[in-house]
Nanobody, 124 residues
Framework: QVQLVESGGGLVQVGGSLRLSCTAS????????MAWFRQAPGKEREFVAT????????FYADSVKGRFTISRDSGKNTVYLQMNSLKPEDTAVYYC?????????????????WGQGTQVIVSS
């Protein structure tokens, strides 16, 4: 089992920036991919970004491409989500996910472990 702890959410104005962090512990050797998903009020959880632990290749949802950057610090078992040019529609609970199973990276299928979520509110 992998435990994930997120931090860095909060309230920010339109156009502002936030950086989310997610630190993994436990059976981290089983993880080959980590990701961020988000869930806005009244909506389903959706994919935001993912990074392969080995090699560091990244993929993004079209809605955040060019504004968000996912990165990792292998030594700290931590993945980051730098969010710039934030918009009101980015308001959501952001979840960190980790996994190594089969399935498309933009679905929840490959991810066996999930964090508790951190709230991001973008005010206009």
């Amino acid at each position: 089992q992998v435990q994930l702890v997120e931090s860095g959410g909060g309230l920010v104005q339109v156009g502002g920036s936030l950086r989310l962090s997610c630190t993994a512990s436990g059976r981290t050797f089983s993880v080959n991919r980590m990701a961020w998903f988000r869930q806005a009020p009244g909506k389903e959880r959706e994919f935001v970004a993912t990074i392969r632990w080995s090699g560091g290749s990244t993929f993004y949802a079209d809605s955040v491409k060019g504004r968000f950057t996912i990165s990792r610090d292998s030594g700290k078992n931590t993945v980051y989500l730098q969010m710039n040019s934030l918009k009101p529609e980015d308001t959501a609970v952001y979840y960190c996910a980790a996994g190594g199973g089969p399935g498309f990276y933009y679905t929840e299928a490959p991810y066996e472990s999930w964090g508790q979520g951190t709230q991001v509110i973008v005010s206009s």
